[in-house]
């Protein structure tokens, strides 16, 4: 799979973004509340079925960081894309199921978690297809 990977810098950390999927850096505050939201509205424009939210190394997410990721969430559906968020930190974890995230949203361990989900509904798909 193509992954034109275009880092943007973030306090403590960095986002990287790529054809399917968004990395956080270990903070996620209003630092990178902006390159986040531009992030989301490029993977919009590209409509892929499914996009991967890797927050695995984000320790400390700030009320302007979580209010970009709820709004990030909500875009992603608009845009006709699955969300998957990718989250073992047990306080950001906690935090996604206070909100509800994962009652709307694939929240995972692991990064291959979330791989597994993309074959299977590719899988389906193409088993639909024929």
């Known amino acids: 799979m193509k992954t034109n990977t275009l880092p943007l810098r973030l306090r403590n950390g960095v986002i990287k973004a790529s054809d399917d999927s968004i990395t ?3 903070h996620f505050d209003i630092s990178g509340s902006r390159q986040f939201a531009r992030a989301i509205a ?3 424009k590209a409509k892929p079925g499914h996009v991967i939210l890797d927050l695995s190394r984000t320790r400390h997410i700030d009320s302007s960081g979580f209010g970009a990721l709820i709004s990030g969430l909500r875009r992603l559906s608009e ?5 998957i968020v ?3 930190i047990s306080s950001v974890r906690r935090l996604m199921d206070f909100a509800g995230i994962a009652r709307s949203f694939a929240v995972v361990d692991r990064l291959s978690d979330a791989r597994r989900i993309i074959a299977k509904a590719a ?3 193409e088993k639909l297809a024929s």
């Open 86 to 88: 990718v989250c073992a």
């Open 24 to 26: 956080i850096g270990s």
């Open 79 to 83: 845009y006709g894309s699955q969300p």
């Open 42 to 44: 490029r993977l919009g």
């Open 123 to 125: 899988a389906e798909a």
